[in-house]
């Protein structure tokens, strides 16, 4: 396969049994992903976002098909491999934070940063990537002395602990107001910028779209169409 693609689906079906009943989370859905692109998966609830970004995060396996990340098959790895692709090579971005409440900021970057290994102090490390969200002032509030905004601009700051420049984001502004999200949204796109990081960003939020290269739209565990966008718009002229 081509290496080009940072990340590739091929004919990825999800099916989660329900007792008796068997819901067809994703179709058979071809897709690739191209290194620095910033992707959004558009679609209203229950059409299969969260499961085709669980997917690529390795945090679900398919029931059929394959899914390439770096030219790696990681349908096909045990969760031990698992483990290490997503501790590795995946940064994840939740609605709800999900930073853990008994940490400072930098407490909870640094937990990755231990995880991922490498050099140098872990402090001035988490310190690094605290300033590259604008929260450099931060470093010692825990969870509940931080706003919505700030926690997520903290848990993006953690998704970065590991340098691979992946950051799957599951409406990483569900749960803050317009001007907050929006803020939110502008570290993401300087991220995508700045950084080159590859970003695929889950939303039901079509004024969200215009900032993608790419906008897919799921219907129905399927793709009903692929949007190209050449000219993204800046977050900050965003208008919702
Ligand atoms: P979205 O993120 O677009 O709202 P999801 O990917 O979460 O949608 O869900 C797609 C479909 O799969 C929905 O019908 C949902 O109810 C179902 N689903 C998702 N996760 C599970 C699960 N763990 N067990 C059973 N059904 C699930
Ligand atoms: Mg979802």
Redesign the pocket.
């Known amino acids: 396969m081509s290496n080009a693609k940072l990340i590739r689906l091929e004919r990825v079906a999800k099916d989660?049994r329900?007792g008796e009943v068997t819901?067809h989370?994703l179709r058979d859905v071809d897709l690739e992903i191209a290194a620095g692109e910033l992707v959004v998966l558009l679609?209203?609830?229950?059409?299969?976002?969260?499961?085709?970004l669980n997917l690529i995060g390795g945090l679900d396996k398919p029931t059929t098909g394959r899914i390439f990340v770096r030219g790696e098959e990681i349908s096909a790895m045990d969760e031990k491999a698992l483990t290490l692709y997503r501790r590795r090579q995946v940064g994840f971005v939740f609605q709800f934070f999900n930073l853990i409440p008994t940490l400072s900021a930098c407490e909870n970057i640094e937990l990755s940063l231990a995880l991922v290994g490498g050099d140098g102090s872990l402090r001035a490390r988490s310190a690094g990537l605290l300033n590259m969200v604008g929260l450099e002032d931060r470093c010692d509030h825990f969870p509940s002395q931080l706003s919505g905004g700030e926690q997520q601009r903290v848990a993006i700051a953690r998704a970065f602990a590991n340098h691979a420049g992946l950051l799957l984001c599951d409406e990483p502004t569900g749960n803050l107001d317009a001007d907050t999200g929006q803020k939110v949204l502008g570290v993401v796109q300087r991220m995508n910028r700045e950084k080159n990081a590859t970003v695929v960003l889950?939303t039901h939020n079509t004024a969200i779209s215009a900032i993608a290269n790419r906008v897919v739209h799921?219907r129905n565990?399927a793709i009903d169409l692929i949007e190209e966008n050449d000219q993204p718009k800046d977050v900050s002229d965003l208008a919702w």
């Open positions: 989660y329900m819901v989370a679609g209203p609830s229950g059409c299969g976002k969260t499961t085709t889950v799921l565990g």
